[in-house]
């Protein structure tokens, strides 16, 4: 080790400077060089004052002081700038090269300490003190010898082409003082690490330090050995192998056999090397392609066990490469494929930038839940586009068999893979996007529970080694993005809901139905019947009309059909050339689509007493729903109908015993509940209906009906009760609340303790309507009850 060569020579000065004084010493700074007593070491020097400072020392024959610079990237250091301890050295040889260089040979000779540096001089001149080499005999010091000698023995030994003379010299040595100097020139470590035992004056310390560093040095020395020896054993066995191989096959084209097998155990095995599987599926295929080789292609097990190669060798085991991640295009892609669901690509951008920062971290495992044709699917395939990853899609809907997930054993003919693993291979990427659809239509059967084995593949603590009953062997499933999508949770098993973060969709306001069609839904039609946008078009006028009376819905498939339905008729007119351009207009609507399906009838149904607008939550999205409530003579009984179920049911109970405990407020007369009986219905009979929730609106109907009120038309309601006359809070709020938007009402009442949900409403929807907070039964009755009408208690609901 040495300074830095200098391409050029230093300048010639015309007066030559003056000698040094004779109790003072030419100072040599080396940047990453240190020169230890007894040691003979080259070097070179190319600062112009190093330079002279050789020469110097040639011409008078002196010793010069060999001194480590403390900061190497100093070109012309001062005495701040070098270690006090240093080496007195003689330069045995001289030699100034044809390119400029000047190269010399040192010999160390003692340590000296630098006291001061002297001025006047092109180069560095010192005076300080030559240290004397101690002497110590003590036990410990001639035991530390004995161990540094042995140590360096055995470094000797594991070195490569090291000279048979350095070890005699090793050996040869008898002053400590002198082993821990020479083991410590020759030692490959930091030049601090050598300066700091040159400077130790103490042989004890010294000898200890050194024992340290060489400690270190055997360690790594001893691993490469092993490794090398790994590697030429390994090396060894291949060369075998390869000789056999060429023996085996010389023979088979003797025999006149194997010349197709061979070429394909060949190409095989390239495969299974270009694989870059871990180090258990790579025996586990190179076991199996033994067993090939060995085995005539004609036997039965050959196919099987071909096939298997084949998976192995295709699944995608090596490591993702990371790809650039831009948050700002990704944002930019979520927002061009749809529309609204700013919850979803706000969890999907967090992932990306934690993505960024983390590039280690495990994917996330999400489920969509909302009802039919709200974007889930497609939104899957947007996510995969927006991060620059494949994107695979599994359908569970109706898989009842557990194989379907884990796969079928080896032992059976025709087994293959579950669809995990044949969606990744798929895909071709172990990072791939991974839609399961309709996790909540899984079913078991006499084969087992599909959504028990779930379970492992969306653990993130476990997937990182999911084992398929085919492979037998551990895939890494850690880094694939799992999207799971359910219309209703209620279906999936507990254990397997906690694995997945929920993230809800609801269903789209009419404002969100418009946006969506005029962006995405009347291209793609436009495009699925051969139009142009020159030749066709569809007003807003038209587009609203369709949403609000065409169509009542969660999604958008049902007005995506309308709007194609609508389509296909200027299609036809252009076709027949009696138009060539046709605009659709609200007013062509009852030509196009027929007579609108739905109209307003809040206000038609709630114009009487005994009828209140509840808010419902079904699978496909929220509703709303009529309670109606008429009384005949009778004996007091309570007749319920409209396919109720049992909760349902004693929500309607619990509501006519409040309005009885209630009856004073309320102005009826308690004498009707015993010479009436009271008939409650719910429409659409063939709907079973059940649940909690309506029994707000159910006592609100019975208040009605018997104090002779009407409900406000433009309110609807939901709520649980107690017999105590509280309004408990209820689930579905969101979906309930877009429903009865998108059906005209007006003000919604709502339990209080909902509130938390007031969030989750669509912004859209919470600006449409007026919400009531109910703590109590009495909060109902002030917001949603008329003034009464003539004859109150004896009217009965239409």
């Not at 060429?246 to 070429?263: D, N, P, T, Y």
């Not at 090397?273 to 067993?291: I, S, V």
């Not at 379970?455 to 476990?462: C, I, K, S, T």
Request: net charge negative; glycine share 8%.
């Amino acid at each position: 080790m040495s300074e830095a060569v200098s391409s050029k020579s230093p300048a010639t000065t015309a007066v030559a400077p003056p000698d040094p004084p004779a109790d003072a010493f030419i100072v040599l700074p080396m940047r990453n060089m240190v020169l230890f007593p007894g040691v003979v070491a080259p070097a070179t020097v190319g600062r112009p004052s190093s330079v002279a400072a050789v020469q110097q020392a040639v011409r008078e024959q002196r010793q010069v002081l060999v001194v480590l610079q403390r900061d190497p990237t100093v070109d012309d250091p001062d005495q701040s700038g070098l270690h006090e301890i240093g080496v007195l050295a003689n330069i045995l040889r001289y030699v100034t090269a044809p390119d400029g260089g000047h190269h010399l040979i040192l010999q160390g000779v003692q340590r000296f300490s630098i006291t001061e540096t002297l001025p006047g001089w092109s180069y560095l001149v010192a005076r300080g003190e030559a240290l004397a080499e101690p002497t110590s005999t003590s036990a410990e010091v001639e035991a530390r010898f004995h161990n540094l000698k042995q140590q360096a023995l055995e470094a000797v030994a594991l070195l490569p082409q090291a000279p048979e003379e350095l070890g005699q010299s090793i050996q040869a040595i008898e002053a400590p003082g002198a082993l821990a100097d020479i083991t410590a020139a020759y030692m490959d470590t930091k030049p601090s690490e050598k300066q700091e035992i040159l400077a130790a004056l103490d042989v004890l310390e010294r000898l200890a330090k050194a024992s340290k560093l060489l400690a270190h040095r055997l360690e790594v020395l001893r691993l490469s050995a092993e490794i090398g020896r790994q590697t030429q054993e390994a090396f060894s066995q291949r060369q075998r192998e390869a000789v056999l191989r060429e023996q085996l096959a010389a023979i088979q084209r003797e025999l006149g056999e194997g010349e197709g097998q061979g070429q394909e155990i060949a190409d095989l095995e390239v495969a299974i090397d270009k694989a870059a599987m871990p180090p258990e599926a790579d025996a586990q295929a190179r076991k199996e392609l033994r067993r090939l080789q060995r085995m005539p292609d004609a036997s039965a097990e050959y196919g099987m066990i071909r096939t298997y190669l084949d998976w192995l060798i295709e699944l995608p085991w090596a490591q993702p490469e990371p790809k650039p991640i831009d948050i700002a295009e990704a944002r930019r892609i979520l927002d061009e494929d749809h529309y609204g669901l700013e919850k979803v690509k706000t969890r999907m951008i967090e992932y990306l930038a934690v993505r960024k920062l983390a590039p280690e971290g495990k994917a996330p495992i999400l489920c969509f839940a909302g009802p039919p044709g709200v974007g889930k699917t497609s939104l899957g395939q947007s996510i995969a586009r927006a991060m620059g990853r494949k994107f695979a899609r599994i359908s569970l809907g109706g898989v009842h068999d557990e194989a379907e997930i884990r796969g079928h054993r080896r032992t059976y003919v025709g087994a293959l893979p579950g669809n995990i693993i044949q969606a990744v291979r798929k895909a071709g990427a172990r990072d791939c996007v991974l839609m399961l659809d309709e996790i909540d239509k899984l079913g078991a059967g006499v084969h087992g529970d599909p959504s028990a084995a779930m379970l492992e593949v969306l653990d993130p603590e476990q997937n990182g080694a999911f084992r398929d009953n085919y492979l037998a062997l551990p895939f890494d499933l850690s880094r694939v993005v799992f999207i799971a999508t359910a219309n209703m949770l209620e279906t999936v098993p507990g254990p397997l809901r906690d694995r997945m973060e929920i993230i809800s969709l609801p269903g789209y306001t009419a404002g969100e139905k418009l946006e969506i069609a005029k962006r995405y839904l009347v291209r793609r039609q436009l495009e699925a019947n051969g139009l142009e946008a020159a030749k066709a078009e569809i007003d807003e006028a038209a587009l609203r009309s369709i949403i609000e009376t065409y169509t009542r819905e969660a999604g958008v498939r049902g007005l995506e059909r309308e709007i194609g339905r609508a389509l296909r008729h200027a299609a036809l007119r252009i076709a027949e050339g009696s138009a060539t351009h046709v605009r659709i207009g609200p007013e062509d609507l009852v030509d196009v689509l027929g007579q609108p399906r739905f109209e307003n009838e809040v206000a038609m149904r709630t114009a009487v007493p005994g009828v209140a607008t509840g808010m419902a939550w079904t699978p496909v999205g929220g509703d709303i729903l009529f309670i109606e409530a008429a009384k005949t003579p009778g004996k007091g009984r309570l007749i319920l109908t409209g396919q109720l179920g049992e909760v349902m049911k004693e929500s309607a109970q619990a509501a006519l015993s409040l309005v009885k405990t209630h009856a004073g407020a309320l102005g009826v007369d308690p004498a009707l509940f015993e010479q009436n009986d009271i008939h409650v219905h719910v429409p659409a009979g063939a709907t079973p209906k059940d649940g909690p929730s309506a029994g707000v609106a159910m006592f609100m109907a019975l208040a009605s009906l018997l104090g002779g009120r009407t409900v406000r038309s433009d309110t609807a309601m939901t709520g649980e009760i107690s017999l105590r006359g509280l309004v408990l809070p209820v689930g579905g709020i969101k979906e309930k609340v877009v429903a009865a938007a998108a059906a005209g009402v007006k003000r919604v009442l709502l339990p209080a303790r909902n509130r938390r949900d007031l969030d989750e409403i669509p912004k859209e929807a919470r600006e449409q309507l007026t919400f009531v907070w109910l703590e109590r039964i009495e909060d109902a009755v002030a917001a949603a009850l008329d003034a009464p009408v003539k004859g109150g208690g004896e009217a009965h609901a239409a």
